[in-house]
């Protein structure tokens, strides 16, 4: 079992910046893809951004390419979203997950993602 709490979400102006935390509890995370999620009010939720184990790969989202960064550190078990330039489109809860399925590289379907955090809020006022 792994659980994921994430922090670090808030209310920030457009063009301001936050940084996301996911800390992992449990078995194992250094072999885990990580990724962020994101569900915006009254839609589907969607990929954000995914990492390797190593964090020599990541992909992110088109709408978020160039402005958000995605970063690990295993040691402390934890995985990290920058956002930067933040957007009212961006405004959603950010949930980050974790698959253990051996996998290589991030994926950007949630249904591969064994392991959820509870969600962070974040609200970019235009």
């Known amino acids: 079992q792994v659980q994921l709490v994430a922090s670090g979400g808030g209310l920030v102006q457009a063009g301001g910046s936050l940084r996301l935390s996911c800390v992992a509890s449990g078995r194992t995370f250094g072999s885990d893809v990580m990724g962020w999620f994101r569900q915006p009010p009254e839609k589907e939720r969607e990929f954000v951004a995914g990492i390797s184990w190593s964090g020599r790969s990541t992909d992110y989202a088109d709408s978020v390419k160039g402005r958000f960064t995605i970063s690990r550190d295993n040691a402390k078990k934890t995985v990290y979203l920058q956002m930067d330039n933040l957007k009212p489109g961006d405004t959603a809860v950010y949930f980050c997950?974790?698959?253990?399925?051996?996998?290589?590289?991030?994926?950007?379907?949630?249904?591969?993602?064994?392991?959820w955090g509870q969600g962070t809020q974040v609200t970019v006022s235009s």
């Open positions: 997950a974790a698959d253990s399925s051996g996998t290589m590289v991030p994926r950007r379907s949630a249904s591969v993602y064994g392991y």
